[in-house]
């Protein structure tokens, strides 16, 4: 899928599915780097969090493409499939950064349980 608009005409419904696609396999990413990092499995977390990063970096792509192209004139119309995008891109956004802090709580609880053990 090219990620640069030169026109309406490339703002077509397969861009738009595979933009919308893009950012969900986004977000099961991150979710599934939550799942992993609870399993105390942090390798395969960073893993699924550099898999939800590089399809968010082609979802920015696009999603700066129609920005540029549309330069606050109004060129893109607002339709209900494009405000849906956004709001995924924004709660993936978020769902990324809990995701981050997530894995970092569960990394510090393993440490301290393993100390724990430890000292048993």
Do not use: P, Y
Request: proline share 0%; charged share 25%.
């Amino acid at each position: 899928m090219t990620t640069e608009i030169n026109s309406s005409d490339d703002i077509t419904e397969e861009f738009l599915m595979t933009l919308l696609c893009q950012v969900g396999e986004a977000r099961a990413a991150f979710m599934d780097a939550m799942q992993a990092a609870r399993r105390g499995d942090f390798k395969q977390s960073q893993s699924l969090m550099k898999a939800g990063d590089d399809a968010l970096v082609a979802v920015h792509k696009s999603q700066t493409s129609l920005i540029g192209f549309d330069q606050g004139e109004g060129k893109v119309t607002m339709t209900l499939i494009l405000t849906h995008i956004q709001d995924h891109i924004m709660t993936t956004m978020l769902c990324r950064e809990m995701a981050e802090e997530i894995s970092v709580i569960h990394q510090k609880l393993q440490k301290v349980l393993d100390s724990e053990k430890a000292h048993i």
